[in-house]
C-alpha cells in the first residue's frame, strides 16, 4: 500500500510563506498524481492543488491561483506546496493525497491515498 510522509507545517506570521513537502512510499511503480487538501477548524475538507505525475500539468482552487504552487520533479514521488502571502484564513490541516488516476480527479475530491494532515497556523 502507499503511504504518504508530509513535512510539518507551523507558524507563520501573515504575509509570510511555507514550504510543504510529500512523499508517496511504496504500491505502483507506474507513479501517482499527488495534492493537497485542507480542513479549517469548523469547515468541510477543500481541493487546494494537484499535480500529475510528470509534473507536466496542475491544477488549483481558483481562489489560490497566485499564492499557492505546487510542484514536483519528473517522475518523482515527492510532490512540494509553496505558499506564498499567508493569510489568516489559510489555517488549517492541510492533507497529501495521491492517486494513480489523473489529478484533474482530486478537484472532485475523490482520492485513494491520504498522509496525515499538518497544522498550518498563520497569525495575524
Known amino acids: 500500500q502507499v503511504r504518504l510522509v508530509a513535512s510539518e507545517g507551523g507558524l507563520v506570521q501573515a504575509g509570510g510563506s511555507l514550504r510543504l513537502s510529500c512523499t508517496a512510499f511504496g504500491g505502483t511503480a507506474s507513479g501517482y498524481a499527488m495534492g493537497w487538501f485542507r480542513q479549517a477548524p469548523g469547515k468541510g475538507r477543500e481541493f487546494v492543488a494537484s499535480?500529475?505525475?510528470?509534473?507536466?500539468?496542475?491544477y488549483y482552487a481558483d481562489s489560490l491561483k497566485g499564492r499557492f504552487t505546487i510542484s514536483r520533479e519528473s517522475t518523482s514521488n515527492t510532490a512540494f506546496l509553496q505558499m506564498n502571502n499567508l493569510k489568516a484564513e489559510d489555517t488549517a490541516v492541510y492533507y497529501c493525497?495521491?492517486?494513480?488516476?489523473?489529478?484533474?480527479?482530486?478537484?472532485?475530491?475523490?482520492?485513494?491515498?491520504w498522509g496525515q494532515g499538518t497544522q498550518v497556523t498563520v497569525s495575524s
Open positions: 499535480i500529475s505525475y510528470s509534473g507536466g500539468r496542475s
Open positions: 493525497a495521491a492517486d494513480v488516476r489523473d489529478a484533474s480527479w482530486f478537484r472532485n475530491g475523490e482520492v485513494n491515498y
